[in-house]
């Protein structure tokens, strides 16, 4: 990268002069003429998945490999909140584990360790409501709460720049609210705060300018209300499922109402705290499931006890398609059952393999691919990819993908078997909203099929749905 590059301190410049100054960034997938940001001024950048956002983030971040840009201004205590800073986190605690060598589970680095000492620490626990998690360790977080801790890490740490990669994701609406609390608050405290959004409708009210990125440019940017009153509605895409899906016939027609799933009585818990109590949840096939809560409230904890992946479902009253768990089955038997799409599935996705090879695995199951497949599977896969718009990054590996297209790659993957049981976490985190749209219109087609029996976490309420048969509330239960 050829630059003039400036890294300004706090106080290094006049009021008026931008904090932040890009122009003539060029590189694969992006051209900026010109963007600045002076003090003062709360800027929202919002882009669909592949719009050159991601690029624009990384640029940021510290990484110009690929690059070039004939003039940058950048904070020397810009700190950037991203999907990418969370999974690097979390393989480092992945690294760490100590759990084999040791008589019980190592919870790894406690979630107080990562915080500094800058400004009124325990007013900003408070504020982001994570003082009941200061002991936990890090990898046993919610996706909700790790975000809310990498920002108040990097505040902690004495940031007075921050930029903030899709703050709502993950977050329960009260959460969401408190986020917009406390970025005003930090604001009028003098600190500079950048967001970026994929869904239009997380625009928040208290931010003063808005820029849309497309094809890899700042189509329109200003001040927030002009670019909103320029900016089209946006319609969902046109589904896809009955013209192309071909590994799922004679699947479909009258429900048995087989009972999928049965817990009495269920309990989740993490060393002495406990997650949940007296849950009673039945679901039988064709009912459809929406499970809401507040972050923390154990609803990502029931659908691992349910896939098998917390070892609670051994101590609950659990049975699973007709059968008890702790009884002798096999889990790989049953989770052949099952399609899976989860944060925890997400940040477990470290491992080497193409786009194309991913979802090729989610016929058998395992995280990355190491067995034989047919020419049918391949060729259902990159039917997959297509639908999804991912044709041309087939052969891309995984890794290299942005946070929305590795959550598209594990839909397809989730989704390529049309098994009995879809347990999906958050699944359109990361998603703009014409790709939000198309999943859950594909979901409807699914539910009126009777291919799928659906369980849906989310905390995002234009993701309510009229296929949903029971709403499970499961604070209810805390």
Known sequence: MSA??????????????????????????????????????????????RSGLDLLI?????????????????????????????????EEEVRKDDTDYLDKIDPGTPAVDFLGTSGNREELVRLFRLGHVLDVGYRQLSSGESRKLLLLRAITHGAQ??????????????SCAEFDRIATGLHAQGLELIITLTSRGDIPAWCTHLA?????RLVRHGERSQVLAEIPSEAAVKQWFEENNTLSSGKGG????????????????????????GLDFVVAEGEHTLITGPNGAGKSTLLAIISGDHPDCYSNDLCL??????????????????????????????VSGSTLQIVIAGFFDSIGLYRKYTDAQARQARLWLQRLGLADREKTPF???????????????????????LLLD???????????DSLLEFLAHVASAGLSTILYVSHRQDEYRDFFRQHLKIDAYN
């Open 399 to 421: 890794r290299q993908l942005t946070f929305g297209e590795q959550r598209l790659t594990l839909i397809a993957r989730a989704l390529i078997k049309m098994p009995k049981l």
């Open 254 to 277: 009258p429900l048995n109402r087989e009972i999928l799933v049965s817990l009495k009585n269920g309990r989740a818990h993490y060393g002495a705290k406990v997650i949940f109590s």
């Open 426 to 436: 958050e699944p359109t985190q990361g998603l703009d909203d014409s790709h939000r």
């Open 58 to 90: 990384r640029f940021l971040a510290g990484d110009r490999k690929g690059f070039s840009c004939r003039a940058l201004t950048v904070p020397a205590d810009l700190a950037v909140v991203s999907f990418s800073s969370q999974q690097q986190l979390f």
């Open 161 to 174: 720049h921050i930029l903030v990669q899709n703050p709502y994701d993950g977050l329960d609406v009260e």
């Open 321 to 350: 398609f007709g059968i008890r768990r702790g009884s002798g089955e096999s889990i790989w038997e049953l989770k052949r059952q099952m399609g899976i799409v989860s944060p925890e599935l997400h940040r477990s996705h470290y």
């Open 4 to 49: 003039e590059i400036h890294a300004k301190s706090k106080g290094a410049s006049e009021s008026s002069a931008p904090w932040l100054e890009v122009r003539g960034l060029n590189g694969k997938g992006i051209s900026i003429d010109s963007f600045t940001v002076k003090p003062g001024e709360l800027w929202c950048l919002w882009g669909k998945n």
């Open 212 to 216: 849309r990125v497309q094809e890899g």
